[in-house]
Structures are given as C-alpha cells and as structure tokens.
C-alpha cells in the first residue's frame, strides 16, 4: 500500500532560515536546512510528502514533486519563485512528473549538471561546517573570493586547489566572467565551442608532461589538473570566438572583419588549431541581419534561435557537449564521474 502524505506537516516555516548559496544543489539545500534547525533530513523530508530515504548530497541531486516544493518553500520561508530562482533543479524543467508516486526522488545520478562542492569558506560564512554541493554545468568551480578551485573529485584528501599561486587561473576565470556578462546566452555555446577546439587540438592533454603542472598532476591525479591547465588558453580561445560572434549577432560583422579573423586567430593560437579554427570559422558566417533581441530581456524562442544562430538556446545546466556546434568535445561517460 502506498504510504499517504500527512497533509498537516510543512505547513510553517521552519524555526531558523537559511541563506542560498549561489549553484547549490537541493539535496544540499535541504540537507543544510535540516541541520540548521537540528532536525534530522528524515524529519524535513516527511513535511514535505511522501518518498525514500535521504541520500548524502554528494553522491546524487534530489529531484522534487510540485507538492514537496511548495512544501519546501514554505518550510524555508521563501516563495517558490524565489527557491525556483536559486535552487536550479526546481525549476519546472527538473519537476518529477504529476501523479508520481512519491514526492521526491535521489536517482543514480544528477539528471543534468555536476555535483561540485562548494568552497568552504563561502559555505562557512552562510553558517555550514559540513561541505555544501553545487549542482553546476562544469564539472568545476572556481570561487575568485577565496581563490579556490572545486570540483565533483570528491577527494577528502585535498578537497580543494588553492589558486593563490596560479594567477593564470584567476585571470582566466575572471576574463570568463567578463564575457558572460558581455555575450549573455551566447556565452556558453562559444564557451563550449571552445572547449572543442581544444580537444581537437589536444593541447595539453596531459598536462603531467609539461614542467609547470607535473608536480600538480602527481599530486592530484592528471585528469583532475588537465582542466585547471587548459583554463588559461580556453578563456583565450572564448574571447577570441566572443569576438567574432558578438559582431555576427549584432549584425556588424563586415565581409573583410569576418575574412581576417582567422588568420589573425589562427597565427596567435598557432598551427595546432588551424583545422578546427577554420571549421568553426566556416559555420559562424555573417548573418543577413542582427539577432539583438537575443541579448534583450526576453529571449526569443529556442527554435528561432537555432535557425538564426546554429545554437540552441541553452538551458541553465545543459553541458558544453550538448552545445557545441563541432564534434570533438568528448561525452562524459562513466569515467568522468570521478569519484566512482
Ligand atoms: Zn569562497
């Protein structure tokens, strides 16, 4: 027999709220919240329906019913529009179908996105001891406040990178951050058409090969350094894309700025990514006419975009293979969860 909800629980707000951490995921939120008001996650959970045990918040995102997140807006003392807004994975799209049996789920993995965890002295001065979850569309996380680099390693040992020593890094994040807020959507598609070109260049594949990172990459593992290594020439790469794109979309990208592009590109990158330069170039011609409504406050409909720009309008945690426009970004697989 299906257990029923008891209807009179999550109906007030817990004693003491929580703050947001910006990306968190729910599962960590919840978890959070339970242990501020000293109740065990079991207690939070049953307030807000029905559904199975907890999970620790590393391990999976926690997936919610319309119910359970009314319940827990309230419970947090928030409005769902605002837990909607800082908590990614209620948004509508991540809502466990209507009449599901239960009213929160903990599948394998997250559904979208990388559990990443969060700088800890961020967590700390929202109140958190215990390591807090991101739930991100990068398997990593640079805080710039405390120069630190996570990521879903989930590696008790060195849970973090100090950065305070590699100021590329920093640069390279910050640059990264100036473009998102100059590109808007635009941003992560360029991003993730970078991180392509990349891979098909193979530049620095194996970063315990060079002077600078060996020592990183013994201590930490190659594959869990070769994106801390890659950041400074992919901001690079992102900000020379950025250059072409932002001129094609607001339709002043002229015949000869689009022609002398790749050659100025290509001689400062150099000869390793010449094909995959001059691919891109070639599905990023002038448009007829601008798209600037897509940098407005409403942005047009998905389809209209992919017809006007060859790239889907990307969702909040849709990751870089899902956006690019070139082939060699690699799938994650089972491997890349690395802590498995
Ligand atoms: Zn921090």
Redesign the pocket.
Known sequence: MTEQRDELLGRRRLHLRLRFLAGESTGSYVTRLASRNRLPVEAVLRSMGTGPMPVDPQYTELYLSRYARERLATLAGYTVAEMQTRLVSLRDAFLMPDGAEDDWEWPWDARAGYLVQA?S??AARRGTRSPAWLILPDPWHV?L??Q?WTDNSRNAQHPYIDLSGLKDVIRAQRRLNHLGRQLGPAVRWVFADACSILACSRYLEDPAQTEEWAFLATQLGERRVRPLAQLSVLSLLTRDLAWLEVRRLHGDLGRAGYREWLDRVTRRHGYAFAGPLREWHSKHRPLGRGFPELFGDQPPPGNVVLRVTGHELPSCLAAVEDLSCLPWVRLPNAMDRLFL
């Open positions: 700088c002295l961020c805080c406040r405390h630190r």
